[in-house]
């Protein structure tokens, strides 16, 4: 049985918003779920494509969805990115970065391979999500069987309500942990992230700018920090197996996980 969340609740709103106006604007804070449990809920309806922003998130999230659902992998949910897709006949939820929608929209201005179009995580605003949410109710006004749904923690909801005809707004709390700031500009990131690591227990999230910056950070603590713990890379050049490492919990020993912004923005971690 999988653990319930605060979207939860909202599902039902979220189902009657949509038969209503087929278009909905959720605005859930982190931690809410609204990534892994709103597709699903809304994949009874016919095929569902998810826009994630970020390559490494599309695929921790087709993961994190068949792990919910007792689905497989490429099976039931899957996930198309530059240079890389699985997904089959089969695919109920189809886990896409905004290349890979927008190239899907030019291409078949209706969208009817699909049911409904999420966009997700749209606070990342770019010219391919704006480009994205255009291009799509371009189709949702011009098919009266697709559905419509835009979802993030931090956007402006009365805006993209009115620019998808006033459409329902749905509000879902997230789940808050208290928070503790230390100021250390006299620190290296490598330093600060030793620090925590001796004096916090569980795993250490630091986040660094891009790949470059992380791969330097990994190499200079992989050979300081202490027995047991290990430093782990998180960035969307990675391989999956490689990611995973840093996404799936482990029991046994700590980590030190050195990330992108994808940690902050489109994945919980």
Not at 84 to 108: H, K
């Amino acid at each position: 049985m999988i653990a319930p969340l605060p979207i939860d609740s909202a599902v039902p709103e979220i189902l009657s918003a949509l038969s209503r106006h087929r278009a909905v604007v959720i605005v859930a804070e982190p931690g809410a779920g609204k990534t892994t449990r709103v597709p699903p809920a809304l994949a009874s309806r016919g095929p569902l494509i998810l826009l994630q922003p970020r390559r490494a998130a599309a695929r921790a999230v087709a993961h994190r969805i068949a792990q919910e659902q007792a689905w497989t992998p490429g099976r039931e949910v899957g996930w198309q990115v530059r240079l890389e897709r699985r997904f089959s006949e089969q695919t109920r939820v189809l886990v896409a970065t905004e290349g890979v929608l927008n190239a899907r929209l030019r291409a078949d201005p209706l969208l009817t391979a699909f049911r409904t179009i999420v966009l997700d995580e749209f606070h990342e605003r770019s010219i391919h999500a704006d480009l994205a949410i255009a291009l799509s109710r371009e189709a949702w006004r011009a098919r009266d069987d697709l559905n419509l749904v835009v979802m993030s923690a931090t956007i402006d909801a009365a805006q993209i309500s009115d620019y998808l005809d006033h459409c329902p707004v749905v509000t879902v709390p997230g789940r808050l942990h208290p928070v503790e700031r230390r100021y250390c500009p006299d620190l290296s990131p490598a330093e600060a992230s030793l620090r925590a690591v001796a004096e916090a227990g569980g795993d250490v999230l630091v986040f660094q700018p891009g790949a470059r910056e992380i791969d330097e950070l990994v190499e200079q603590l992989r050979s300081r920090v202490a027995a047991g713990v290990d430093v782990i890379p998180l960035h969307g050049t990675l391989p999956l197996d490689q990611q995973q490492r840093a996404l799936l919990p482990s029991t046994d020993r700590r980590r030190v996980i050195v990330a992108t912004n994808v940690a902050e923005t489109s994945v919980t971690v």
